[in-house]
């Protein structure tokens, strides 16, 4: 009897430290798969080049099987405020801000050397001083740019040699340091393919009806290239091309949607995506953001508007139809 009992009070010690031991990796595993992480978000401007962006970001998160909370703010193109949130962003103790755009990234970049940034819908991270070089960012940020080094090359090129352009229009936000760097390139490619850029500049998108309107009758074509006040009154400009048919080439795919001619662009879903994907490495510990490449977008294509070339009695070549048209 005596050593049955002792046998029991054995068996009972071993299976009680047994179930300590699983209730500890229980535990263990599960702080390790439910630890919530806390994004910050700011962008400058709805619009669903930048909308689809964020999506990407998100579903690249998601698909990595992380839990997090957003903290999401939107300036409305409103720079005052575009400061306050970064402000904001960097007090409220997140783990990590994606910037979506050039403005965004700027004032957190400025707002904090600590805290993890990734950064998309980016056209010249250098020039902005956002990161050091494309290879080694250096400092707390990173991310992907949004200009193709063939786009505006292209553009311009499709512009004189397939569309006849002599003089053509542009509208951007001299305030905005991606649209500088743009038009900058612009000007010099122009200038060289015997081409007269006809400039105007906008403030907010409020100007951009006064702008599209001091162009008319004096250029033959227009190039909307990636700006975020001017895209975010694209309509405006649009309606403009239509009513005197202008050729009218865009920066980006989603706004041949929104009735552009014609863009060699990417899918903005994509290059938020993987920015997604820097951030995960980011949260993980995997990287710093000094030691993650900027990215380039990658599968650049042509796609048209057919209605939009419809609408202004554009002919549509055979061969413009190689890649997708709209």
């Not at 020039?127 to 992907?144: F, I, M, Y």
Request: hydrophobic fraction near 40%; glycine fraction near 8%.
């Amino acid at each position: 009897m005596g050593n049955n009992w002792i046998k029991v009070v054995i068996f009972s010690a071993v299976l009680l430290l047994a179930a300590c031991g699983d209730g500890e990796k229980k535990e263990s595993s599960t702080n390790e798969d439910t630890k919530k992480y806390k994004i910050g978000v700011t962008q400058i401007v709805e619009h669903p080049s930048l909308n689809a962006a964020y999506d990407g970001f998100k579903q690249a998160l998601e698909d990595a099987g992380l839990d997090v909370e957003y903290i999401v703010q939107n300036a409305q193109n409103d720079n005052s405020a575009n400061t306050t949130i970064a402000t904001n962003l960097v007090n409220s103790g997140v783990d990590l801000i994606f910037a979506n755009s050039t403005p965004s990234a700027q004032a957190v970049a400025s707002a904090t050397q600590e805290i993890p940034i990734v950064f998309t819908s980016v056209t010249d991270a250098v020039g902005a001083e956002l990161v050091e070089s494309l290879e080694n960012p250096g400092g707390n940020v990173t991310g992907t740019i949004d200009l193709h080094p063939d786009v505006i090359p292209q553009t311009l090129k499709f512009l004189k040699e397939e569309l006849g352009a002599k003089n053509v229009g542009m509208i951007f936000n001299s305030g905005e340091q991606n649209a500088r760097a743009q038009m900058d390139k612009a000007k010099v490619l122009a200038q060289d393919m015997d081409i007269t850029i006809v400039e105007a500049s906008v403030a907010t998108s409020a100007d951009v009806k006064q702008a599209v309107d001091s162009l008319i009758g004096k250029v033959d074509s227009m190039y909307i290239i990636k700006d975020n006040t001017v895209v975010s009154a694209l309509e405006t400009v649009t309606s403009a091309a239509y009513e005197n048919k202008l050729p009218m080439m865009v920066g980006e795919l989603d706004s041949v949607k929104r009735g552009g001619l014609a863009a060699y662009g990417f899918n903005y879903h994509d290059l938020g995506y993987e920015t997604g994907q820097m951030a995960v490495k980011i949260l993980r510990g995997e990287s710093k953001p000094s030691e993650l490449p900027v990215q380039v977008p990658k599968n650049l294509k042509f796609v048209m508007n057919e209605d939009a070339a419809s609408k202004i009695g554009l002919e549509i070549k055979e061969e413009w139809k190689a890649e997708r048209s709209e």
